[in-house]
C-alpha cells in the first residue's frame, strides 16, 4: 500500500522558517521523483519543487528560488522542504508527489497546511 504522509506545516510568521518532511512507503522511493506543489484558495495546485531520481538534480518555482531547497533521504525514504523567509503568499496546502519517471504513475499525499501571517 503506498503512502505519503506529510507533516512540519503549520502557523508562522513572515520571515520565518518551517521544514515539511514526507514520509514514503510502498513503493520503491529512490526510483522516484518526489516533488512537493502547493495549492492556495481559489488557486490551481503549483509545482514548487522538483527532485530527480538520478543525480538528485532539482528545479524550483520562481517565485521560491533561494527561499527553498528540496532535499531526500533514500534511507529513510523521506523528501524535505526547507522554507525561509516566508511571506504571506506562500500560504496554501503543501502536497507531497511522487512521480515515477518509467510508469508515469503519480502519488499523493493528503496535503499540509502552511500559513504564513502576523
Known amino acids: 500500500q503506498v503512502q505519503l504522509v506529510e507533516s512540519g506545516g503549520g502557523l508562522v510568521q513572515p520571515g520565518g522558517s518551517l521544514r515539511l518532511s514526507c514520509a514514503a512507503s510502498g513503493f520503491t522511493f529512490r526510483s522516484y521523483a518526489m516533488s512537493w506543489y502547493r495549492q492556495a484558495p481559489g488557486k490551481e495546485r503549483e509545482l514548487v519543487a522538483i527532485?530527480?531520481?538520478?543525480?538528485?538534480?532539482?528545479d524550483y518555482a520562481d517565485s521560491v528560488k533561494g527561499r527553498f531547497t528540496i532535499s531526500r533521504d533514500n534511507a529513510k525514504n523521506t523528501v524535505y522542504l526547507q522554507m525561509n523567509s516566508l511571506k504571506p503568499e506562500d500560504t496554501a496546502v503543501y502536497y507531497c508527489?511522487?512521480?515515477?519517471?518509467?510508469?508515469?504513475?503519480?502519488?499523493w499525499g493528503q496535503g499540509t497546511q502552511v500559513t504564513v501571517s502576523s
Open positions: 508527489n511522487a512521480h515515477s519517471v518509467i510508469t508515469s504513475w503519480d502519488y
Open positions: 527532485m530527480r531520481p538520478a543525480g538528485g538534480s532539482t
